[in-house]
């Protein structure tokens, strides 16, 4: 399906109602969502071609959920490797702390590791094979408000081009030409310190499946399995070094064997670049017709692993919502929603991501002034509760303007929390978990014909039922293109909508 606006410049041809400026993981995935939800975007990415470079590397079980639903959870599964545990190492590997993924209640109670170039691959392919073509060495150069929509100039070759589209996903990255035009810059503030990350091979002996921070009072390195038995380090660099060239294998082994005081025995170094951390976020993620995905609306530490998955959910929010309304299925106010959802979401990801870069960092403070770093007492549930956190379990759409409740909250999962057993929940229609007696089921079925499914969980889906709304009635359906002033008459029983997140 190829839905988009006429548009002179095109010679009678449609302009695509959707421009994805990027082809990272945020714009890849939103690519398939929205294909999947029956709508053909264009993409552009300024790179002449596909990099290299193996950056994000873990995808957290959250996002493993969602790859599930979309379909593409087995390459995933196939190409990369399981991460179950993580441990803090101080100085002579003394082992402070280790927390595990199992019990964290999720399907998939690890982390899938691979190089963010095989991410981007697996979804390519899966473009390719819809017949999505991503257009390489094209680079925006402006983004207009127009009557009908947006106008955006193209360069490409030497050739300019210029059209009308409805809807722009900036996915470009931190220096997104699509936050620029939108007026908005990355608030917040940049880490002290420049670091490297290397795709490399070690020889230290560490348990399987394992990643590892190791803390000295010079620093820190960061060791994260990969396939092919090769590993992604973090390591910080010296105050002093402001040198442009890049280290060699022999220059890295020596810095992180210094940082983390053992031989590591790095070597097969394939990859390597400096950087630096921030947390940082744009203060609006949209204004209506632009929406901006993964590192152009926001920044995270990486040691907390978690900005390739926040780019991959803000993918999947904007992604359904959008297809709705160009489609014609829901009104543009259902696009309102993304900015508050994500950019909660988001900033929760910020926070999580600075705990673990402060913890860090306190604990080389620590080595640095003599003290003896002492192992962390094991309190399994608080150790199950971090886990969610760091899997991001417990991201919340609570407060949203999709998400209501009334009556009086009972014990069970919230509005607006993840629904524990999203991965069963088939097809692309929305879902609507009944529980108990619901009368009037037949209204909604007649209501929401060919859009929406009725479930009736059993009794392994943790969910309750809670006082109803006396006026109860989708929050989604006043967004639909069809719904009118239609509700539901007073019930016993509270209904859950649930939305792909």
């Known amino acids: 399906m190829h839905i988009g606006l006429p548009d002179p410049t095109r010679n009678g041809a449609l302009a695509p109602?959707?421009?994805?400026?990027?082809?990272?993981?945020?714009?890849?995935?939103?690519?398939?969502?929205?294909?999947?939800?029956?709508?053909?975007?264009?993409?552009?990415?300024?790179?002449?071609?596909p990099h290299g470079e193996t950056r994000g590397t873990a995808l957290q079980p959250a996002v493993l959920e969602i790859l599930d639903r979309a379909g593409l959870i087995e390459p995933f599964l196939r190409a990369a490797v399981r991460i179950r545990q993580v441990q803090l190492l101080g100085p002579h590997l003394q082992e402070i702390a280790t927390a595990k993924f199992a019990g964290i209640g999720c399907k998939y109670e690890f982390q899938c590791s691979l190089p963010q170039w095989r991410t981007e691959a697996i979804l390519r392919e899966h473009l390719a094979r819809l017949g999505v073509k991503i257009e390489y060495g094209t680079e925006v150069r402006a983004i207009e408000e127009d009557?009908?929509?947006?106008?955006?100039?193209?360069?490409?070759?030497?050739?300019?081009?210029?059209?009308?589209?409805?809807?722009?996903?900036?996915?470009?990255?931190?220096?997104?030409?699509?936050?620029?035009?939108?007026?908005?810059?990355?608030?917040?503030?940049?880490?002290?310190?420049?670091?490297?990350?290397?795709?490399?091979?070690?020889r230290l002996p560490s348990p399987p499946e394992c990643g590892r921070v190791i803390v000295g009072s010079k620093g820190f390195g960061l060791l994260s399995p990969l396939p092919d038995a090769r590993w992604l380090i973090f390591v910080n660099r010296e105050e002093a070094d402001i040198r442009p060239e890049l280290p060699a294998a022999e220059q890295l082994a020596a810095l992180l064997n210094t940082r983390v005081g053992v031989d590591t025995g790095l070597h097969d170094l394939r990859w390597v670049s400096y950087f630096k951390m921030h947390k940082r976020a744009s203060e609006r993620l949209s204004d209506g017709r632009r929406f901006l995905l993964g590192d152009a609306g926001h920044l995270s530490s990486p040691l907390g692993g978690e900005g390739i998955n926040a780019a991959l959910m803000d993918a999947a929010n904007i992604a359904w919502k959008l297809a709705l309304v160009v489609r014609g299925a829901a009104k543009r106010s259902l696009l309102d929603s993304y900015a508050p959802e994500r950019g909660a979401a988001d900033q929760h990801v910020i926070e999580v991501s600075d705990e673990i870069h402060r913890f860090v960092m306190e604990q080389i403070a620590m080595c640095d002034g003599g003290r003896t770093l002492v192992p962390a007492p094991a309190d399994p549930a608080e150790i199950i509760a971090t886990m969610r956190r760091r899997s991001m379990l417990d991201m919340s759409y609570a407060g949203s303007a999709l998400v209501g409740e009334a009556g009086t909250a009972v014990e069970g999962p919230s509005p607006g929390d993840r629904f524990p057993a999203r991965c069963r929940l088939s097809d692309m229609r929305h879902h609507l978990i009944a529980f108990g007696d619901v009368p009037r089921l037949d209204y909604l079925r007649t209501r929401w014909d060919g859009s929406s499914r009725l479930s009736m969980p059993q009794s392994e889906i943790s969910m309750r039922p809670r006082p109803a709304c006396p006026t109860a009635a989708p929050s989604l359906s006043g967004r639909t293109a069809s719904s009118g002033s239609a509700r539901l008459p007073p019930t016993r029983r509270r209904w859950t909508p649930w939305t792909p997140t």
């Open 17 to 49: 109602a959707v421009l994805i400026v990027g082809s990272g993981p945020a714009g890849l995935f939103a690519a398939c969502a929205l294909l999947r939800h029956g709508v053909m975007p264009r993409i552009v990415e300024r790179l002449l071609a």
């Open 147 to 202: 009557p009908d929509g947006l106008r955006v100039m193209l360069e490409s070759g030497g050739r300019s081009e210029t059209f009308t589209t409805a809807y722009v996903l900036g996915a470009g990255g931190a220096h997104s030409v699509t936050r620029h035009s939108m007026q908005e810059h990355l608030e917040g503030a940049t880490y002290d310190g420049r670091f490297i990350v290397a795709d490399v091979k070690i």
